[in-house]
């Protein structure tokens, strides 16, 4: 995979529980900030958009 730009999430605020996103045509990938090493969970594009959806909605 080509380097990709993890940003952070604006919900992390308090600089301590932070999770980092970064954004491809194909997966959208997911970090924990605190554990950059551990790696990244992979969503494609659409379980992304609705898992946003689940959030704003009070799903989750």
């Known amino acids: 995979m080509e380097s990709v730009e993890f940003r952070k999430s604006s919900y992390s605020a308090n600089g301590v529980n932070c999770v ?10 997911v970090r924990d900030t605190q554990h950059r090493h551990l790696g ?17 909605a009070g799903r989750l």
């Open 20 to 29: 980092e996103v970064a954004e491809t045509p194909a997966a959208v990938l």
């Open 40 to 56: 990244h969970l992979d969503f494609t594009p659409s379980e992304w958009v609705a898992f946003l959806a689940d959030l704003r």
